[in-house]
């Protein structure tokens, strides 16, 4: 009977002890994952503000002031492919997106197009920044054969957390990123021999206040410990970052949000478990400004160069053609002068040619184009078989046909508008623009881009018959360098 | 030895010498030769920004910057000028109206810029940031309104020496920054494609296809337009953007595009579509050509004709071989049947 007793009291005991084992198992103790990281491949907060005004047919577009996640044009620029939403996410207005062109001021901007509809008063204006997102880590424990790597990635509390658009809270607590409707094809599993790792991740589109997860089942054998594994959410279409909040951002700012990631065995217990944190925030525009510029150099050319064909007969300044004595009369003397162009106008240059009056004696007028011996003046020359005008060139080979012309040669570049040796001619002129007889200057180099050091001579020849009576002639040229409109 | 080593020498000083010497004779050549540019005697300017575009609204006051650079080595002394300018070609080569009573008024501007400036000096290796103040009459009319803002070293008459027949020319330089003025308002913004050509018939590609565009609203626009070229089966084969370029109200601008392969058969059609103007205006315009090789074409029907012809011949040879050939063999049958028949008979 003492010996029933015993073994009673020893089944008790023993059954309590069973009992509380059973009942109350020992905690695994988890560890923590080592050389955990996790990385957006675009840090960038997505933009979120509301609409004040933006008209059907105008391409600019106001937006609030306060109340929104952006208030400001900020964090806004050139470029970004904005989405005009409703406030029930209903797709973009007219299905439509929009590129920004420029930032106006604080709270507009223009975009590259017009505004096919007009926006409600409850729009949104909607920016939205996405990318991929890498989690990287090893393992301390080892994950059994049906165990499972576990991620948890905020989601806004209470919002559609898969719809492609930016949501937006109060705090980093309650806020998080959209799935943007990722499909397990996007994601990949590597390390620790990858194809033991399921192909098809488990994926939970978080609602409520429930976060969003990943699963990754481990399918034929354990993984062992300290096993570095990078899970990869990839950038098409990949998740969307949130709106900075809406309360208490700083503008450049980071708002931090930490992303769980455990490791589990088959019951789901936690092996590993570690928070890594992400930091979206505000993208800063480096911008650097080119102006447009447009650099012109007018040189003087020296007696005895060879320019045009012809070996100059006098040394010119970039201010002046000093003729000096015309001995020899019917004789073509020549003079050049070096033009050089560099711009970086998208459209090009133009330098144009006109003098203020024929040459007259002691400066006097020469009325009309073609005043000439009798009017005491030098005409423009119209060259051989008078041909030349300021717009059309002939050959000037005969010294006789008096008067005073240019022609053109490239130096470097081939920006002149003619050129002395054109159709097999020995110098190929043409009269200055007169402007005294309202003549229209002309173009004497161009070019429809950007140039670096074009450069043309421009070759002067004059020639005055005996009859031309004696005094000093004298006009004055001027070159106009622009960019092209 | 020591002679012929001493002839050595003198004969290898004389190859140097003769190489000095042609060293020095064709350094000589070059520098003569070289149009010899005065350095010191250049005008060496710059002008920054070479064109700008502001919005402004009537009555409203702004200021515009713009800097003229002098990179010679001596000092630059000039006027400052501000005029109006219009486009009056194909090119987009502004013309300076130097008296702005010969402009329309439509786009004018000159007379709401003052600045304190009307003369400077540009320092050596220096540059001067002037500043224009703008102020938009009250009533001003929403458009566009174009203005130039020059640089004019002064030119300078060479002196009289005293001579008979003597004659000189002072040459001055302008370099202008041109300023487009927006004031705000609505605008009227029409466009059109007023040329849209190209042969109609070519032999070979790519095809050049000439448009003029003509700006007929109050601003200028800049219109980005594509040109496709679609085959006879209706897909795009060529694609070209128009070169974007500025026209000016009122003006017409000649874009030149070059569409497809050298090698095409068939009627193409050529379409623009481009858009243009702040509120998203749009053209577009289509023409049909034909591209035959029609060289290659009758190359290649000549080529079937005789290579037809030589078959045919071939042809006919080879039959007319066989028609005797057989007519042979007939009488060979009819030889040895008269045989057989005359050994039948003797054997008989």
């Known amino acids: 009977m003492k010996k029933v007793r015993k073994i009673i009291l020893l089944l008790f005991v023993f059954f309590q002890f069973a009992f509380l084992f059973l009942q109350r198992p020992n905690v695994v103790d988890t560890a923590s994952l080592t050389a955990a990281s996790a990385t957006l491949s675009n840090s960038r907060l997505s933009y979120r503000a509301g609409v004040a005004t933006g008209t059907t047919g105008t391409s600019t577009v106001d937006i609030d002031t306060s109340g929104f996640s952006d208030n400001n044009t900020n964090h806004l620029f050139p470029n970004d492919v904005l989405c005009f939403a409703d406030s029930g996410f209903a797709g973009c207005s007219q299905q439509k997106t929009y590129t920004v062109n420029n930032i106006i001021d604080a709270d507009t901007f223009q975009l590259t197009s017009a505004l096919s509809a007009s926006l409600g008063a409850n729009d949104l204006a909607i920016a939205t920044q996405s990318g991929s997102l890498t989690l990287s880590f090893t393992t301390t424990a080892e994950i059994p054969t049906a165990g499972d790597i576990l991620v948890t990635i905020p989601m806004a509390d209470n919002a559609s957390g898969n719809d492609g658009f930016p949501d937006t809270t109060a705090s980093v607590t309650t806020g998080g990123f959209d799935l943007n409707a990722i499909a397990a094809t996007d994601i990949s599993t590597t390390g620790c021999t990858d194809a033991n790792w399921v192909a098809t991740e488990t994926i939970a589109v978080g609602s409520g206040t429930t976060d969003h997860t990943i699963r990754v089942d481990r399918q034929t054998s354990a993984c062992a410990a300290s096993s570095a594994i990078t899970i990869t959410i990839d950038s098409a279409p990949g998740i969307v970052n949130p709106p900075p909040i809406t309360s208490g951002h700083t503008q450049g700012g980071a708002d931090v949000y930490a992303i769980n990631i455990k490791t589990r065995d088959g019951s789901d217990n936690t092996l590993d478990e570690i928070d890594v944190k992400v930091a979206p925030v505000e993208a800063v525009l480096v911008s650097a400004t080119v102006d447009e510029t447009i650099s012109f150099t007018v040189a003087g050319v020296s007696s005895s160069s060879s320019t045009c064909g012809k070996t100059t007969d006098v040394t010119t300044t970039a201010y002046s053609v000093p003729w000096g004595t015309l001995i020899n009369t019917d004789t073509i003397h020549y003079g050049s002068q070096q033009l050089t162009v560099s711009t970086n106008a998208d459209g090009g240059y133009s330098v144009t040619i006109e003098e203020n009056d024929q040459m007259g004696k002691n400066g006097g007028a020469c009325s009309g184009a073609s005043a000439g011996e009798s009017a005491n003046c030098i005409e423009d020359t119209t060259c051989d078989g008078a041909a030349c005008t300021e717009s059309t060139s002939a050959d000037w080979a005969t010294a006789t046909n008096n008067g005073l012309g240019f022609s053109l040669a490239n130096q470097s570049g081939t920006d002149a508008s003619f050129l002395y040796n054109e159709s097999s001619r020995t110098f190929s002129s043409r009269q200055i623009a007169d402007q005294e007889a309202s003549e229209t200057k002309a173009t004497v180099i161009s070019n429809a881009g950007p140039v670096s050091g074009s450069s043309a001579y421009v070759c002067y020849g004059i020639s005055i018959s005996g009859t031309q009576p004696a005094g000093y002639y004298f006009n004055k040229v001027k070159y106009t360098a622009t960019a092209t409109f | ?348």
């Open chain 2, 1 to 348: 030895m020591k002679v012929k080593s001493q002839k050595s020498k003198v004969k290898n000083a004389t190859k140097n010498l003769k190489l000095v010497l042609i060293f020095i004779l064709a350094t000589l050549f070059l520098i003569l030769n070289t149009p010899s540019v005065f350095a010191q005697q250049s005008i060496p300017l710059t002008a920054s920004p070479a064109r700008q575009e502001i919005l402004v609204d009537p009555s409203e006051q702004q200021t515009i910057n713009v800097r003229f650079l002098n990179q010679g080595d001596s000092p630059i002394s000039g006027i400052i000028r501000v005029a109006d300018f219009i486009v009056d070609n194909k090119d987009g080569i502004p013309r300076i109206l130097e008296d702005s009573s010969q402009a329309s008024p439509k786009y004018t501007a000159s007379t709401w810029i003052k600045s304190n400036f009307d003369r400077i000096t540009i320092a050596s290796k220096d540059n001067v940031l002037l500043q224009f103040n703008i102020q938009v009459p009250e009533n001003a009319r929403a458009g566009g309104r174009y203005v130039a803002i020059f640089f004019e070293p002064e030119g300078i008459v060479p002196q009289e020496t005293g001579a008979n027949q003597e004659a000189g020319s002072g040459v001055s330089t302008r370099l202008a920054s041109l300023l487009y003025i927006r004031v705000s308002g609505e605008i009227s913004e029409q466009a059109m494609i007023s040329r849209f050509f190209a042969n109609g018939f070519a032999e070979f590609g790519p095809i050049m296809v000439e448009t003029d565009i003509l700006n007929r609203g109050d601003y200028h626009i800049r219109p980005k337009g594509v040109l496709a070229l679609v085959n006879p089966f209706g897909s795009v084969v060529a694609q070209e953007k128009l070169k974007e370029e500025n026209i000016f109200p009122d003006t017409l601008r000649t874009f030149e595009n070059e569409l497809g392969s050298k090698y095409m058969l068939g009627r193409y059609k050529i379409t623009l579509t481009a858009a243009y103007g702040e509120t998203g205006q749009s053209m577009s315009r289509s023409i049909f050509i034909w591209v035959i090789p029609w060289r290659i074409i009758l190359i290649i029907i000549l080529a079937i004709i005789i290579i037809w012809f030589i078959l045919k011949n071939m042809k006919k040879k080879t039959s007319k071989n066989s028609g005797s050939l057989k007519k042979e063999l007939e009488i060979e049958k009819q030889e040895i049947e008269k045989l057989k028949s005359q050994l039948k008979k003797r054997a008989d």
